[in-house]
Structure formats: structure tokens, C-alpha cells
């Protein structure tokens, strides 16, 4: 059974179904469901069949700064977005508006107060501005990431050659372990820095043991204990 509840300002899909908990799920613009327009993203709630009606509106209440959240990620991501004054750009986990203004000379990006100044030369359109936030994004991750892989060689025993960056749709990194190489996917530079320690970490570990069996989790577990919570958050695009 599926129905539409009107939730402050939110329009919820609830499906009643054989769950033991309420369980959101926020899916990106698309087609609309049940009347809920596709350009929010659509919320659906998994509930228990005998789940109060109050019971689930306050378990979406208490979601709403997530949704929020994810819904301007989503508008940040989406093809329609052209990096105009407003949109909302994420550092490290945190959001941040966007400031452009043209002026000659080199382009740049600086971030303050929650904003990410862009500054672009008078005429450059979309192309450019993204591809100066890539640039961007690359240079803060690779700062990053080298901090980190100095930090972790010595305490797992590990020599980094390489590390390679690129940004990827579907893997947040990779690695040759005969090579001693990284690959980092750009993209880390989004998410809070607790996961880009545990991507590179979970690529140097690679390097000591190639597979993930018993002995690749038992090495996670001893170097970074909180590993599992780290990579359930970035499964859930928290």
C-alpha cells in the first residue's frame, strides 16, 4: 500500500510494507510520482504496516536538514546547473554559495564565510567556469590526499609512488598494487575529509594485501577502527 502524506512542506511517497524501521530514501529529479514534482526529488518512506501517521511524520521532520541538504546537492549536480551566482558548491562536506565575478587576468577560486568566490575572465561561459572548479577541486584534493599518504606510510608500512586524479562517476579510487600507484577520484574533495583518509587508506592497504578478505579487514579494523561508519555514510551520500 502507497500513499501521498503531506509532511510540513515536504510531499512523502509512504509504501507500508515488511520493514522492521522507517527508512528514508531521497532519489534525485526525475519523473514525478503520486504528484510530487520531479524537479524536487522524490522522497519515499518504507514503513511498517501498522506505522501511526504521526509516528512518520515526525521520523521525517527530524530528516529534514538531510533533506535539504541533498536536494541542493542535487541542483548542484544536475545537468541544468551552470554554476551561476547562488547555486550551492560543496568543500569538504560543507556547502558553499557561489560568488562569480569577471574580471581580467588568471582565474581563481578562493572560499570564504561559507562562499567560493570565483573569479572568471568577462566572457567565459559554462565550459570554462567548470572546468576551473575540476582544476580546483584537483589541486585541493591532491594537497589533501599527500598530507594523508605521508601521514599513513610510515605507520602501515606502505611507499605511495604515485597517485593519479581523476574524476569518476562510479569509484572513489583504485590501485596498483604492483606499481605502488593511487588513483583518487576528484570528487573526494565534496565529501568530508574522514573520507578521503579512508579511501587512500583503503588503497594503501590494497598494496599490502590485494584482496578483500579477512586479512584486508582485519588490517581496516587495526589502522582505522571507524572505517565501516565512514564508508556507510558515503553509501548513504550523507
Not at 75 to 97: D, F, K, M, Q, T
Not at 196 to 215: A, D, F, G, K, T
Amino acid at each position: 500500500m502507497t500513499e501521498l502524506l503531506l509532511v510540513g512542506n515536504f510531499r512523502v511517497e509512504v509504501e507500508y510494507k515488511r520493514v522492521k524501521n522507517l527508512r528514508l530514501t531521497l532519489y534525485p529529479p526525475g519523473p514525478g510520482a503520486l504528484g510530487i514534482p520531479s524537479g524536487e526529488g522524490r522522497i519515499h518512506v518504507s514503513a511498517p504496516p501498522d506505522t501511526p501517521r504521526p509516528r512518520i511524520q515526525d521520523f521525517v521532520i527530524s530528516k529534514t536538514a538531510w533533506i535539504e541538504k541533498h536536494r541542493a546537492r542535487f541542483r548542484g549536480n544536475s545537468p541544468a546547473a551552470r554554476l551561476l551566482n547562488g547555486e550551492i558548491c560543496y568543500v569538504w562536506g560543507l556547502p558553499h554559495r557561489l560568488e562569480l565575478g569577471e574580471r581580467p587576468g588568471r582565474p581563481g577560486i578562493t572560499i570564504a564565510n561559507g562562499r567560493m568566490i570565483m573569479s572568471v575572465r568577462p566572457g567565459d561561459g559554462y565550459e570554462q567556469r567548470q572546468k576551473l572548479l575540476d582544476r580546483w577541486y584537483c589541486g585541493i584534493c591532491n594537497e589533501a590526499a599527500l598530507r594523508v599518504i605521508k601521514f599513513w606510510e610510515p605507520r602501515a608500512g606502505v611507499t605511495v609512488r604515485k597517485v593519479y586524479y581523476r574524476k569518476m562517476k562510479t569509484h572513489w579510487g583504485s590501485c596498483n598494487y604492483v606499481k605502488k600507484t593511487i588513483r583518487l577520484n576528484t570528487e573526494l574533495a565534496k565529501q568530508a575529509p574522514e573520507c578521503l583518509e579512508y579511501v587512500v587508506l583503503h588503497e594503501m592497504i590494497h598494496m599490502l594485501e590485494p584482496s578483500h578478505n579477512r586479512n584486508f579487514y582485519r588490517l581496516m579494523d587495526r589502522y582505522l577502527p571507524s572505517w565501516k561508519a565512514i564508508r556507510k555514510k558515503m553509501n548513504r551520500g550523507e
